[in-house]
RNA sequence: GGCGACGUAGCCAAGUGGCAAGGCAGAGGCCUGCAAAGCCUUUAUCCCCGGUUCGAAUCCGGGCGUCGCCUCCA
């Protein structure tokens, strides 16, 4: 199997080989702390999440450094309008960011380096800068010569008098360039500062990937990433910076995840139009916004609106409804009656897995096409599905091993994709609200949520077999308005408690 | 102004030379007391105009429109 991604450098596919073969060494550019992230960047962050995944599936021994900026100017300028202190800010959003990523089911990078735990490195990157002439000193400030590096502008492609025909560049006279950019900032009075051979300052921001990303995994290293909007002049400075630096090329592959975007605008902070992701994942679960971005190629932009989380929300049930049928089924296999499956319904249910394993594998290895590889999943339910519907499981233990197979693929590829499938809400997470109202209409008088449920299930039997339509329907619409489904099977009827009515 | 993306059904979206995936929504049917879940059927002159080709959503040229980067930004 070849992976083949979209290598920003070249502007074009190219067929992935690693620099040791079975191991992929990765850095994503990770967030300055300085607030929550919000949905944008958590799009990039989950971009990656899932490229790691599969590569991990793809049999790669994948090493993921990601850093946290905790040194920085809006860190400073956060901290002196909540009158505390930066670290105090950078450690408090440096744990929020960890949380965030992990209710999203982001797999915690191998490392995590800060820039504050760097500062030596980059103390002597630049000065290796210096002696080699790319970089100089101005009054206790360290400024990168872009002149001196032939190649700047190869990731953007764009050239450096192109960038200053813009005009948007600052003017600082005492740059060589104006677009000459700070490795060492002298610190101001009350800025966080470290002692340097120019003086008490700090590191210039692109710094510490070129840094760690070094010390981590060695030059060079096989995939960098990160957003699109990093592209210049972040990464175009790390390129600079360490290939000056080192005379080795720096990362094989450069990949960017495309904008999140809200009414067709980039969602930024600057721009005021974002949304917490903490904030989405309080109102919907991590899969769902999982399955919403992953629902669009990674380079593309991505239209983001509460509508279509809601959309995304009936994918995720399409999705997982048949591994939930498929349980029931197995719970009551004795008690439906089957039919005896064809020929051809067992060849279409066993040959289903792995068609969807190739067809997902397909659309992976093209530039982790996502959108492609659902689709091989949707395939694959379809199959359960109708399976499942034309001939439930029987006693045959023939049809329960392909079920289960076929279950059990879906579940893997969908792990591959950090998408989770366990049981949504357990029993013990079901609102006490159902007591009372089991007690007015089952007469029910303990204290169990489930058992509860169960008596009310029973009561709408009752009512049903006396074809009381009016108490069956009180039944299930009491329920729905606490956040139960009722859904009517061959064997029975069953709840599914979707957690918000 | 410079550089670069993108424009596929009501909405979202994959597909980059050979009869247009998939999801959501809609319509009809099956199942149901009615629903829910599920199954079956169904919904596209691929932004416009030229060109190349036996054949173009796909390649080339020109328009129109949208967005990103060029400043901190995932």
Redesign the pocket.
Known sequence: MTIRVYNTLS?SKEEFVPRDPGAVAMYV?G??VYNHIHI??A??FLTFDVIRRYLTFAGYDVRFVQNVTDVDD?IIARAAEEGREPAEVAADYTLAFRQAMHALNVERPTVSPKATETIPGMIAMTERLIERGHAYVVDGDVYFAVRSFPEYGKL???NID??E??A??DVDARKQDPLDFALWKAAKPGEPHWTSPWGEGRPG?HLECSVMSEQELGLPFDIHG?????????HENEIAQSEAATGTQFAHYWLH?G???IN???????LGNFTLLKDVLAAYPAPVLRLLML???YR????FSPD?LD?AT??Y??LV?PLR?LEWAKRNRAAGALSEATQLAIAALEAAPGTARQAFTE?MD?DF?T??A??AL??L??VL??F??QHGIGDNARYASRLDEAAATLTELLGVLGVGVSSPVSAAEYPVDVLPMARDLAGYEGSDVRAAVDALLAARVAA?TERN?AA??AV?DGLARLGF?????ASGARVVFHGRG
């Open positions: 502007r550019c967030p300055t944008g960047n799009r990039t809006k953007s492609g764009r192109d960038l025909s813009g948007r560049v921001w990160g957003g699109s909007d990093l592209v210049f002049p972040h995840g904008m999140l975007q067709s605008e980039k969602m930024s902070k600057s629902q669009t190629h593309s932009p991505l239209d279509r959309d009936r994918s049930e399409r409804t049928n659309s093209d096409n959108a492609g659902l689709a949707f395939d339910v379809r599905n109708t499942l519907e049903r339509w069956a329907d299930r489904t009722i859904e009517d099977t």
